[in-house]
Nanobody
Framework: QVQLVESGGGSVLPGGSLRLSCVIS????????MAWFRQAPGKEREGIAS????????PYANSIKGRFTLSRDDAKNTLYLQMNNLKPEDTAMYYC????????????????????WGQGTQVTVSS
């Protein structure tokens, strides 16, 4: 069974940086479409970045463009999200997700297409 485990969250000052990691573990021998989502209290889950099986990276959500960078290390079965110049509005629980969907899929696709989810890692940006 494939599992996703996120790490790297924490509390930082505005302008600070964090790097989130998402490790894929379990019985798998394939590549997945992967994405990062976040959910702030009282708000809907927001897709912010995604990469397809063919390594195509979709345009980032406007809210993070120019500040966050998604990358993947297939040798380590790990997805990353480098977050720079963090703002208080970035405060949220961050989740990674995976999908074996064979067609085009990104972080703006229906959540139902993302079938494997991690438990989340909290990011808090506050002075």
């Amino acid at each position: 069974q494939v599992q996703l485990v996120e790490s790297g969250g924490g509390s930082v000052l505005p302008g600070g940086s964090l790097r989130l990691s998402c490790v894929i573990s379990g019985n798998h021998n394939r590549k997945y479409n992967m994405a990062w989502f976040r959910q702030a209290p009282g708000k809907e889950r927001e897709g912010i970045a995604s990469i397809e099986m063919n390594d195509y990276i979709h345009p980032y959500a406007n809210s993070i463009k120019g500040r966050f960078t998604l990358s993947r290390d297939d040798a380590k079965n790990t997805l990353y999200l480098q977050m720079n110049n963090l703002k208080p509005e970035d405060t949220a629980m961050y989740y990674c997700a995976a999908s074996g969907y064979p067609g085009t899929i990104g972080h703006l696709s229906p959540l139902s297409l993302w079938t494997i989810w991690g438990q989340g890692t909290q990011v808090t940006v506050s002075s």
